[in-house]
């Protein structure tokens, strides 16, 4: 299991990175059921000049629209950075099967923010958390 | 200023009334700008099949788009029903001027929850309360 969510969180790495080219905050997420990368996503606020369109909200209502479902209990949202109140209610609402995040984020972070995720999702986080928080690192950098 | 909460109110009660009409959960919500109002919606989640379509998020989402401004700081958002953790987050990035709801929600509402908003986001929370929550209740008795 370690080394599949390495692989699928590799994919929202890839679209971090597409985030990152393009002048967005580099988060990246894929969602996947039985195997299959089904949405995938990255931070569009800037394209969108939306501030509610980041990777999850984007990922999770693609992946909706696809499956032709509004819940999502048999799907695992990988996502780059720890999702925010915002995605991890989104997350709450589709009542996700399963939840892996890369990068912990200690100013908006949902854990951090003792925001709660519905009770069946389950978690798990630090999935190549180096990788995704170097991106965003290098994001900031170049802001200033 | 109290008249003229109510009165932007009763457009979202409005847009409410058209959520229960189709069979969807009742929360309306517009978003007001310079006595303007530049987006109004409804909950969406049965008909766009999208756990996340709350009537916040959509008038959120419009009015950025009207807008043409990813940020709402000097919008107001009015809300029949005491935004969600989800919501609430969307109002935290949009940075929105002032937020009025009608009912609180005691189960998820961001409150309840501790889910932070903008500090600069004023709120006014009560407003026409009775009326927002009877529709909801209409609608969880028709459930049964």
Not at 72 to 90: K, N, Q, R
Not at 96 to 121: F, I, N, W
């Amino acid at each position: 299991m370690k080394d599949r969510d390495e692989y699928y969180m590799r994919e929202a790495l890839k679209e971090a990175r597409k985030a990152l080219s393009a002048g967005e905050m580099p988060v990246g997420a894929v969602v996947v059921c039985g195997e299959r990368i089904v949405a995938r996503a990255h931070n569009q606020t800037e394209l969108l000049n939306d501030a509610t369109a980041h990777a999850e909200m984007i990922a999770l209502t693609a992946a909706m629209s696809y499956l032709n479902a509004k819940y999502l209990p048999d799907c695992t949202l990988y996502v780059t950075l720890e999702p925010c109140s915002m995605c991890s209610g989104a997350v709450y609402w589709s009542k996700l099967g399963r939840l892996v995040y890369g990068a912990s984020d200690m100013q908006r972070g949902y854990e951090h923010l003792h925001c709660p995720l519905h009770p069946k999702t389950r978690v798990r986080s630090g999935v190549l958390a180096e990788e995704a928080a170097k991106l965003i690192k290098d994001f900031f950098k170049d802001k200033r």
